[in-house]
């Protein structure tokens, strides 16, 4: 018990301390990166998918 108590002391003093905490223009400029970095890879997805789909439906059509 009293190793558990010595590590949250620990990682109490190493946070308060040690930790670099982002600025907030760093931290909007962050988020900003992963919305815009998330919206391109949905994009992809989604020309992936709708050529996909549209390859399937030709293949489909050969065949019927």
């Known amino acids: 018990m009293k190793g558990i108590i ?4 620990e990682s109490y ?3 308060i301390y040690k930790v670099t905490w982002p600025s907030w223009k ?3 400029g962050s988020a900003i ?5 998330s ?3 949905a994009i992809i997805v989604a ?3 709708l050529a996909f789909k ?3 439906h030709f ?3 050969l065949f019927t």
């Open 33 to 37: 990166l992963v919305m815009i970095a």
């Open 6 to 9: 010595t590590y949250i002391k």
């Open 59 to 61: 293949i489909y059509n």
């Open 54 to 56: 549209n390859l399937m």
């Open 13 to 15: 003093k190493e946070l």
């Open 47 to 49: 020309v992936m998918d």
């Open 39 to 41: 919206l391109i890879i």
């Open 26 to 28: 760093e931290l909007q």
